[in-house]
């Protein structure tokens, strides 16, 4: 068991709604697998006061701010205060948390996004989990199928963690930054408070309170 990989020493389960979905999982990727029944079963339970069901399974709530140009697709819950900008595109089996930003042709499809999660400006997110306060620069994508198709692995200190998922980007642990235009490739675990510098292409797990610069070398933040 590779418990730097465990969902709750990468990710803060009280900033999201989906609290509950993640206390029964031991590693973050598993939480994916039933996103869409928990989206289901969740949103028919939300308050009518505070949501609005504005498509087939999609629930927003009354204080998000949704662009008129912006794509939705369910199942999908947006919480409070977040804010969905022109020309995004979000294409189902995703949540996106309090206070988020999805923005300007962002691309979202079965992934969750933590609250006060950025994803403001040209990215792909898919099957993917970024954890609270983390926030990918321009053009970041997260890479979720490999080119031969095989089930993705995840890479931690020369062992091989197997997944059992086709489909998975990347997992984003809590405050965490993506610098610009940088490929998070499938499998890939960022720690928590875990800096990537622009243009990387990463794979693998990098260790909480890091800094992964281009070509791979890793170093770990020197508080000033």
Not at 84 to 92: E, K, L, P, Q, W
Not at 195 to 217: A, D, H, T
């Amino acid at each position: 068991m590779q418990e730097k990989l465990f969902a709750k020493n990468l990710l803060d389960f009280s900033q999201t709604i989906a609290k509950e979905l993640f206390e029964s999982v031991t590693y973050p990727w598993e939480a994916l697998e039933n996103l869409s029944d928990f989206i289901l079963e969740l949103g028919s339970k939300l308050p009518e006061d505070k949501y609005e069901k504005i498509g087939d399974d999609i629930w927003v709530a009354k204080t998000a701010s949704i662009a008129p140009t912006a794509y939705l697709r369910g199942p999908l819950i947006i919480c409070d205060n977040a804010e969905v900008r022109h020309c995004a595109y979000i294409r189902g089996t995703s949540i996106v948390g309090e206070n988020c930003v999805v923005g300007n042709s962002t691309e979202l499809k079965g992934s969750i996004l933590f609250n006060c999660v950025q994803a403001p400006h040209y990215n792909y997110i898919g099957d993917s989990i970024l954890g609270y306060k983390s926030h990918t620069g321009a053009g970041v994508i997260t890479s979720n199928l490999k080119s031969d198709k095989s089930l993705v692995t995840v890479m931690v200190e020369g062992d091989r963690l197997d997944t059992n998922r086709k489909k998975f980007g990347a997992i984003v642990g809590d405050n965490t930054e993506v610098g610009c235009n940088s490929v998070l490739n499938p499998g890939t675990v960022l720690g928590r408070n875990t800096n990537v510098y622009p243009l990387s292409m990463v794979r693998g797990y990098v260790p909480e309170n890091s800094i992964y610069k281009k070509l791979g070398e890793v170093c770990e933040k020197i508080d000033r």
